[in-house]
């Protein structure tokens, strides 16, 4: 079955260390994947779409990486920051059916001062 | 400002009692989708729709009803609501697809059903 599994379910840096978050997944062939975050009683915001053909994304302290032999997105926050602290979501879309779209369950990430 | 905006924000509802869930977009996005979020399984489809009149299942739609007659409108109905149901919801929207655009989200609509 398809399976979608982000490294943990929580993660705790220092502030200013690089946080590295994991997206595995398991039959499927995803054509992009999607970065979200979630904070606390809110709806997930956008963050980053990577496609299939390309190995790497930076938008000012986030970059995105997508390698499809391993079957693996990592997601890194360089200088992190206390205000980086939420729930970050994966998802992927398929490449047959791009309605399609599907999530793993997240990792909280906790930065701490 | 662009948003999707869900109606209410917290409901609590006895079993069998029929709810509608409003969500309403002023993005002019023809895609439109409904998801439960739990602790653990992450984010699932329940509906989906590509445009007006066009609704489609997702993951998990068994329990639950779509209607989309304007485009900015997709409300979800729960005929007959069970504990099971008991969730977070989120509505969201997209210009096209999801190839190329991100999903916006409302703030989300926590059900319980008891």
């Known amino acids: 079955s398809q399976k979608i599994e982000q490294n943990s379910e929580a993660l705790n840096i220092q502030e200013g260390k690089t946080a590295t978050l994991t997206c595995n997944y398991t039959n499927y062939s995803p054509a992009y994947l999607q970065w979200y975050r979630q904070d606390p009683g809110r709806g997930p915001v956008f963050l980053l779409l990577?496609?299939?053909?390309?190995k790497e994304k930076r938008k000012e302290r986030l970059k995105v990486t997508f390698d499809t032999t391993l079957k693996q997105s990592l997601f890194h926050i360089t200088a992190s920051q206390p205000a980086d602290s939420a729930t970050y979501l994966c998802?992927?879309?398929?490449?047959?059916?791009?309605?399609?779209?599907?999530f793993g369950a997240g990792t909280r990430l906790t930065v701490k001062p | 400002e662009a948003q999707v905006t869900q109606n209410p924000r917290y409901l609590i509802t006895v079993t069998g009692k029929k709810l509608t869930v409003t969500c309403s977009q002023n993005m002019n996005h023809e895609y439109m989708s409904w998801y439960r979020q739990d602790p653990g399984l992450g984010l699932r489809q329940i509906y989906y729709s590509m445009n007006v009149e066009v609704t489609d299942k997702g993951d998990v739609p068994e329990g639950y009803k779509v209607s989309r007659k304007e485009k900015r409108n997709f409300p979800l109905i729960l005929e007959s609501p069970s504990p099971n149901q008991t969730s977070l919801y989120f509505c969201?929207?997209?210009?096209?697809?999801?190839?190329?655009?991100?999903?916006?989200f409302g703030n989300g609509t926590r059900l319980t059903v008891t």
């Open positions: 990577i496609r299939e053909n390309e």
């Open positions: 969201a929207s997209s210009s096209a697809g999801l190839n190329n655009s991100p999903l916006h």
């Open positions: 998802a992927l879309v398929g490449a047959y059916n791009n309605n399609d779209m599907r």
